[in-house]
């Protein structure tokens, strides 16, 4: 089965090694020549562009914005118009759960089916085949990508038949995820404020329920070794994301206090450290004090 993957950055190039470990061929499409080198240096081939889709099967789509993938699949010379009648593309990138549904909209009498399926698990998820998916669509499109989305997932979930409910699920999850990043880093901070070594406050809290967790753990090793570029969590995706958590709630009239807080301070750390990933976060507040979180 020919397989396709639209956007290889990190994320969507492990998702194409995974796709050909499982005995996929898989076409690549990248703005950048680079990463469409590495998908071919990979045994993938290479697409000049999404015209030379056409004979895909499936079509998974991994870019940043609702705005590039709609301009993917209904833009010119786009998805739409190349792909024949009964393809399913995927998306797999976080947007905005309406532009989702304007991509719906974008595709509907063209044959091709939509699957909505934004994924968590980052970079190292992507590179180990291990992502949860969120999967909104047709549950008879939805098996018959099956294979495909083991190659990529650890988790597969159907969320609901309605187009849109994988990126509800997935803005609900990164307002939790982006609240729960503050606690740990402001924690920290304060901990390490007062006068408490990080590795009493790291043992401590790994000790207890909510912090005896890879979440947590992991989170905390980052921050105490002091590593806060190149981990493979761009605080870049955060702010986006959860500025599409904020945008969810504005349109269910629900005021999140926690996530428009958790919102704000990594708008501030991005202005800080706009080549940071999330742990970043920590120097920022480092700055108000001058007192460095360390083992």
């Not at 070594?197 to 947590?216: A, D, I, M, Q, R």
């Amino acid at each position: 089965m020919q397989v396709a993957v639209v956007g290889l950055g990190n994320m969507g190039l492990g998702m194409a090694k995974n796709l050909l470990a499982a005995g996929f061929a898989v076409r690549g499409c990248d703005l950048r020549a680079e990463r469409v080198r590495m998908l071919r240096e990979m045994g993938g081939d290479g697409a000049d562009d999404l015209r030379q889709l056409a004979d895909c099967h499936i079509v998974f789509v991994m870019v940043m914005s609702g705005e590039q993938a709609l301009d993917v699949i209904a833009g010119a010379g786009g998805l739409r118009e190349c792909l024949a009648r009964e393809a399913t593309i995927i998306i797999t990138a976080t947007i905005e759960p309406a532009d989702m549904r304007k991509a719906a909209v974008a595709l509907a009498g063209s044959g091709i089916d939509l699957i909505d399926s934004p994924v968590s698990g980052g970079q190292f998820g992507a590179e180990a085949g291990t992502l949860t998916m969120m999967a909104a669509g047709n549950a008879q499109a939805l098996e018959r990508c099956r294979a495909a989305l083991e190659a990529v997932g650890g988790q597969i979930f159907h969320v609901g038949e309605a187009i849109g409910m994988g990126q509800v699920v997935k803005a609900a999850l990164q307002a939790y995820i982006g609240v729960s990043f503050v606690g740990i880093f402001e924690s920290l901070a304060l901990g390490a404020r007062a006068g408490i070594p990080g590795k009493t406050l790291f043992e401590v809290f790994s000790s207890t329920h909510v912090g005896n967790t890879p979440f947590f753990k992991s989170c905390a090793q980052l921050i105490l070794d002091r590593q806060f570029e190149d981990t493979g969590s761009h605080i870049g995706t955060m702010v986006k994301d959860l500025g599409i958590s904020m945008q969810l709630a504005r349109e269910n009239s629900l005021p999140l206090f926690a996530t428009s807080a958790a919102q704000q301070l990594f708008q501030a750390g991005i202005s800080l450290h706009p080549d940071g990933d999330n742990w970043s976060i920590v120097q920022f507040l480092e700055s108000f004090t001058g007192t460095e979180v360390r083992w």
